[in-house]
């Protein structure tokens, strides 16, 4: 069974960085997509950014010039590095891959960013 671990949350200071990882159990290459997604209280589940298997990265409007997702395939793990962190990027930060049409989530980690 597939299996996302994510790590790397936290409370940081707007203007702060974090990094979060999502380590999958099977070779990342496996999978079409693999990326984070973030869900606010209140707030409809979002896309953050995403990589697919040709390293072709998505980015949301929000997260471009701010954020950069990349992959350690040694390690079957994908990292999300936040920067210049504001109040409304807090948020339970969700990994997410896909097969197909399988989607595979992580429990979530929380993202908090205190103005």
């Known amino acids: 069974q597939v299996q996302l671990a994510e790590s790397g949350g936290g409370l940081v200071q707007a203007g702060g960085s974090l990094r979060l990882s999502c380590t999958v159990s099977e070779n990342i290459f496996n999978f079409n997509t693999v990326g984070w997604y973030r869900q606010a209280p209140g707030k409809q589940r979002e896309l953050v950014a995403r990589?697919?298997?040709?390293?072709?990265?998505n980015y949301a409007a929000s997260a471009k010039s701010r954020f950069i997702i990349s992959r350690y395939k040694a390690l079957n793990t994908v990292h999300l590095q936040m920067n210049a962190l504001k109040a409304e990027d807090t948020a339970v930060h969700l990994c997410?891959?896909?097969?197909?049409?399988?989607?595979?989530w992580g429990q979530g980690t929380q993202v908090t960013v205190s103005s």
């Open positions: 990589i697919n298997v040709g390293g072709v990265t």
């Open positions: 997410h891959a896909t097969i197909v049409t399988r989607n595979y």
